[in-house]
Nanobody
């Protein structure tokens, strides 16, 4: 099964930017990919998804600030996050979906705080 490893998280001041990466252990060509996040005491929520064909979908709370992209040659998915605010603080998880099967990474922590 595909293994996913997230990276790029860290501490950033409000208004700052980060780029998350999700490296897959095999080709993602046939996978829909996504980023989810879970803040302390809250349920995991969708952040953004990108289909096999490149169509994107975003949560309302991140539209205009975050951009999801995929590189099928490098087997990597990215999440560019701009204008971060404290409400974006969470563990961010990468997801790969193949038909009805979901695969998850272990997450990377993003903290937006002064």
């Amino acid at each position: 099964q595909v293994q996913l490893v997230e990276s790029g998280g860290g501490l950033v001041q409000p208004g700052g930017s980060l780029r998350l990466s999700c490296a897959a252990s095999e080709s993602i060509f046939n996978f829909a990919m996504g980023w989810y996040r879970q803040a302390p005491g809250k349920q995991r929520e969708l952040v953004a998804t990108i289909s096999i064909g490149g169509r994107t979908n975003y949560a309302d709370s991140v539209k205009g600030r975050f951009t999801i992209s995929r590189d099928n040659v490098k087997n990597t998915v990215y999440l560019q996050m701009n204008n971060l605010n404290p409400e974006d603080t969470a563990v961010y998880y990468c997801q790969a979906r193949y038909y009805d099967m979901d695969y998850w990474g272990k997450g990377t922590l993003v903290t937006a705080s002064s």
